[in-house]
């Protein structure tokens, strides 16, 4: 059997070495553009801020052997010719046409044919954009690129375009290399991938590192002579010696489309859960192919190295012949930002909300370990549920708690269908050191389900937000005790203590409408409780508590 | 309504917590035999150590406020009675007898009684067993104790009896208070919830770190005047001059028997979904009552703080009329000790083997981070599965790398009844700080699939050391480049570089048996696959690698 293999970065090489090991006898040959091959990618902006000190661990095995051809040919008896240009595939004749370093054309037969293309960074045609130290960071070119520069003492001033998981990871890299970093973005708030008011709290970790934040702008052109010095917006001109671009990637599928495979409606290339195209001989995998959403069954376009793997796993099987499948993903990231973990998994609340469900949601922020170990860090929880069934549909979390382990738990959670209930009665391990003993997630989860119940009625810090704004005649009520005011405050908020609420109910108005708050959220749902069973008939929580606050406390 | 609950520490508060949220007007009387209500009593090593300042911490809420009778009045609207025993349970009349602190007798009415009277630590009888600076650690009284042996230095040498969570957790808190310490375990193994070969780790971690630890070590009494000094055992004496018992805790159930109530077969409490006892207007909850074993279905006893709080919560929605269960536990568990956490959950592998499943394991040690970044550190895991469905029945995980995550990854997949298929497509979060592209958990779960699917046969570290012990006639083949030999190898090897195999076959003896091992196990599994197809039959691949080789290297 013979196996061609377009791309040998991340998809191409594992669907290769999985074939391998599955036949002895198979003649398999990965053709990649460029030098690399099995290169982390994902390491670059690590690379760039000197974390990762040399670009050939990014591309070696974990006990520091290159993987270059001779490592593929020796180790896994696979050819690879790299610095090989796919140009062409005839589908009838199952060949590929291939163009070569030194221009030679060349063809290979194939019985199954993988395609591992990859994405392109999306750069938009603007004025200037041909001067120098303009980059992106999509290869190991770009980030030595970045590198040069930088230790050339030329970028003092770096904006990056797009605030996005590659914006963001670049936004601390630069930080740490000495750099003012401006970060400009289009849409009204950084990584679309979280819900707005997870993303300011980001935004407001970035900016207390001194990265400025630019929402709602807008990229005209780049002024320079030989290299940039200065980026126009629709706002104001930013200076700049260096300028990232970071705006997103798109599926690389001209060679796909050119020899008339289906494409999604996402622009990347259509498959089924055997990662095979329209035509049944040619699989597509990583970058390059379209995702499902697991929730909710339809196409999606989340370019990960992590799917990548998975996916040339199961295309391996299928063309061996192992039943396996792949069904989709949830849109799980995580990014690190300075002291910040940010994650999210499944549906947002907006996508839930497009996706027909009825939805309810909470916000928990609170200590990721028990609050008397000295370990213990911020964590803050953002969980999307569907009314009717209860099933979580997504959930967020951001601080410089353990974000990944309850989003990975969630993530387990969410592929499995399980209820807020179940999720709350998970066995999750416990001590001290590691976790609350009611864990941050199965306190949401139960926060979540009193909500669903119709324990409280939350109300957003924006919808408070636009009512002090608008001089609304509502009591603000903070049960917090005297000892937590000092910290922070919302002025025109009432304080009683939660502890005093039930004697001096007798000042507060039962004909006004109350909202309550806290730090957490907790005392205020039980303050809410009191209220409620006293006879007041308006009374709302708000979600997230003041730790979570996004305006000026 | 009235409500009467026993114990004041976990699962008793929780109980009464929930029941007022959900019913403003009830009766709630929380009995508290001690002073404190609230505690953390996982937080004790803690306390001991240092780590955690003061005792106030264990016993407060976040923002600082004790929880003491006062705050439960004054917060919640719940009457607790501290320093009062209840004394027994007359169930036709309803009523509860208690003792108050200055001896006076009492009798409260309760339409729903809560029992949540915890668990007594396990203490044999032994001759010296009376002597001064002999510890317990169980409660707040205990810790005092210890603390105060600690601080008039009175303490250089201590012997911890028992090798159990608690134990392990001493250990290491001890050592840091700057005592030598020695750990004495009746049984072959200590940490008897790990699997042998994982237990084994964890023991020479805590060796590494200048705690003694004897097994198979029987302890026969005590020798000193006033305070010991000595502690006997079946081996020889050891000098002590403080001494931790730990060997276990057995549930409180004395009151409950007394009252006729059914207990089960665990010597628990014995309860149904709902907490309910074999009478249903009690309830039991916490380390006092029986749990069901998620996996098997079939009664177990784990008492832990955090399962308490689960039950409590339960018990409570069922007597205020709202729908819910608690089905069961998996056993999870984890411990930080020194360096090191260890972890498990669901079935061990001689437990799944008992409970007559086909059993299939797997270990994987890898780095739980990509190679390339410098925060990786090493993560050791072991799965257990069922060869005919292919589910997850168990996982533990040893070693500096993040366990804590993987675990409750596993615990949610194997609570869902996942395959190890279903967990190897997870769209776990990915980012290089956060874990590999194929995280550890997927990477193992793939690699016991390619087992039961017949891949590679594995072979233990056990039976390949009763091989070489023997003389057994055999080639054991390491496979790894030169470079990694230096730091660790075993001698009776044979090394062949995989890249070098291919060429190198003749070298071999296709009628003898071939073991291959590398560092993590994945290049001596591409080598067996090598040989077999090359034509030896008979070739094993030694589980594991040499990174959890527990034999001297």
Same mark, same amino acid.
């Given at each position: 059997?013979k196996?061609v293999?377009?791309?040998?970065?991340?998809?191409?090489?594992k669907?290769?070495?999985?074939?391998?090991?599955l036949?002895a006898?198979?003649?398999?040959t990965?053709?990649?553009?460029?030098?690399?091959?099995?290169y982390?990618?994902?390491?670059l902006p690590y690379?760039v801020s000197?974390?990762v000190k040399?670009?050939?661990?990014?591309?070696?095995t974990?006990?520091?052997?290159i993987?270059?051809?001779?490592?593929?040919?020796n180790?896994?008896?696979?050819?690879?010719?790299?610095?090989?240009e796919?140009?062409?595939?005839d589908r009838?004749?199952?060949?590929?046409?291939?163009? $070569?370093?030194?221009?030679s054309i060349?063809?290979i037969?194939?019985?199954?044919?993988?395609?591992?293309?990859g994405a392109t960074?999306?750069?938009?045609?603007?004025?200037?954009?041909?001067?120098?130290?303009?980059?992106?960071?999509?290869g190991?070119?770009?980030?030595e690129?970045?590198?040069?520069? &930088?230790?050339?003492?030329?970028?003092?001033?770096? !904006?990056?375009?797009?605030?996005?998981?590659?914006?963001?990871?670049?936004?601390?890299?630069?930080?740490?290399?000495g750099c003012? !970093?401006?970060?400009v973005?289009?849409l009204p $708030?950084?990584?679309?991938?979280?819900?707005?008011?997870?993303?300011?709290? &980001?935004?407001?970790?970035?900016?207390?590192?001194?990265?400025?934040?630019?929402?709602?702008t807008?990229?005209?052109?780049?002024?320079?002579k030989?290299?940039?010095?200065?980026?126009?917006?629709?706002?104001?001109?930013?200076?700049?010696?260096?300028?990232?671009?970071?705006?997103?990637v798109?599926?690389?599928?001209k060679?796909?489309?050119?020899?008339?495979l289906?494409?999604?409606?996402t622009?990347a290339?259509?498959?089924?859960?055997?990662?095979?195209?329209?035509d049944?001989?040619?699989y597509?995998?990583?970058d390059?192919?379209?995702?499902t959403n697991?929730?909710t069954?339809t196409?999606?376009?989340?370019?990960?190295?992590?799917?990548a793997?998975k996916?040339?796993?199961?295309?391996?099987?299928d063309i061996?012949g192992v039943?396996?499948?792949?069904?989709?993903?949830l849109?799980?990231?995580?990014?690190k930002v300075?002291?910040?973990?940010?994650?999210?998994?499944?549906?947002?609340e907006? $996508?839930?909300?497009d996706?027909?469900?009825?939805?309810?949601?909470c916000?928990?922020?609170?200590?990721?370990?028990?609050?008397?170990?000295?370990?213990?860090k911020?964590?803050m &929880?953002?969980?999307?549920?569907?009314?009717k069934?209860?099933?979580?549909?997504?959930?967020?979390?951001?601080?410089?708690?353990d974000?990944?382990?309850?989003?990975?738990?969630a993530?387990?959670?969410?592929?499995?269908?399980?209820?807020?209930?179940?999720?709350?009665?998970?066995? &999750?391990?416990?001590?001290?050191p590691?976790?609350?003993?009611?864990?941050n997630?199965?306190?949401a989860?139960?926060?979540?389900?009193?909500?669903?119940?119709?324990?409280?009625?939350g109300?957003?810090f924006?919808?408070?937000?636009?009512k002090?704004?608008?001089?609304?005649d509502?009591?603000?009520?903070?049960?917090?005790?005297?000892?937590e005011?000092?910290?922070?405050?919302?002025?025109?908020?009432v304080n009683?203590?939660?502890?005093?609420l039930?004697?001096?109910?007798?000042?507060l108005?039962k004909?006004?409408?109350?909202?309550t708050f806290?730090?957490?959220?907790?005392?205020?749902?039980?303050?809410?409780?009191?209220? $409620?069973?006293?006879?007041?008939?308006n009374v709302?929580?708000m979600?997230?508590g003041?730790?979570m606050?996004?305006?000026k406390?």
């Open positions: 059997m196996i293999i377009i791309g040998g970065v991340a998809a191409g090489p669907a290769a070495a999985r074939i391998r090991r036949d006898d198979a003649e398999i990965v053709i990649e553009k460029g030098e690399f091959l099995s982390a990618g994902c390491g690379y000197g974390v040399e670009q050939a661990e990014l591309m070696s974990p006990v520091g052997v993987r270059d051809p001779s490592f593929f040919k180790v896994k008896d696979i050819k690879v010719l790299n610095h090989t796919a140009k062409s595939i009838k004749n199952k060949t590929v046409t291939i163009k $070569q370093e030194d221009g060349d063809t037969e194939y019985d199954k044919l993988v395609m591992a293309t960074p999306f750069i938009p045609e603007l004025p200037g954009g041909h001067l120098k130290n303009i980059y992106k960071l999509y190991v070119e770009d980030a690129g970045i590198k040069a520069t &930088l230790s050339d003492n030329k970028a003092k001033d770096v !904006v990056i375009v797009g605030g996005g998981l590659i914006g963001v990871e670049m936004a601390e890299a630069l930080v740490v290399k003012r !970093v401006t970060m973005e289009l $708030q950084i990584m679309t991938i979280l819900d707005p008011e997870m993303a300011v709290l &980001l935004t407001q970790h970035m900016e207390s590192k001194g990265v400025k934040v630019m929402t709602n807008k990229v005209l052109g780049f002024d320079g030989e290299c940039v010095n200065k980026v126009k917006t629709d706002k104001h001109e930013i200076s700049a010696d260096m300028v990232i671009m970071s705006i997103g798109r599926p690389t599928t060679l796909a489309s050119d020899a008339g289906e494409i999604g409606s622009r290339i259509q498959v089924n859960e055997q990662m095979q195209t329209s049944k001989d040619i597509a995998v990583g390059c192919a379209q995702k697991l929730v069954g196409p999606c376009y989340v370019p990960l190295g992590s799917t793997n996916e040339g796993r199961v295309a391996a099987n061996c039943d396996d499948k792949f069904e989709g993903v849109g799980s990231a995580i990014c300075f002291d910040f973990a940010a994650a999210r998994t499944g549906l947002s907006q $996508q839930a909300i996706a027909g469900y009825d939805v309810e949601t916000l928990s922020p609170a200590p990721d370990k028990p609050h008397f170990m000295p370990t213990a911020l964590l &929880l953002k969980l999307i549920a569907d009314k069934t209860k099933k979580l549909l997504g959930a967020q979390a951001i601080g410089p708690g974000s990944a382990k309850r989003l990975d738990i993530v387990t959670a969410i592929t499995a269908g399980m209820t807020l209930s179940q999720i709350a009665k998970l066995d &999750l391990c416990y001590a001290p590691f976790s609350p003993a009611m864990d997630l199965i306190t989860a139960n926060i979540l389900e009193n909500k669903i119940d119709g324990a409280y009625k109300i957003t924006a919808e408070v937000k636009a002090l704004d608008n001089g609304d509502f009591t603000l009520l903070d049960v917090r005790g005297p000892s005011l000092e910290a922070m405050k919302i002025d025109a908020a009683i203590p939660l502890g005093k039930r004697n001096r109910l007798n000042e108005d004909d006004k409408e109350i909202v806290c730090k957490i959220s907790l005392k205020s749902y039980e303050a809410a409780l009191i209220l $409620q069973n006293a006879g007041f008939t709302k929580v979600d997230g003041l730790l606050w996004p305006y406390k």
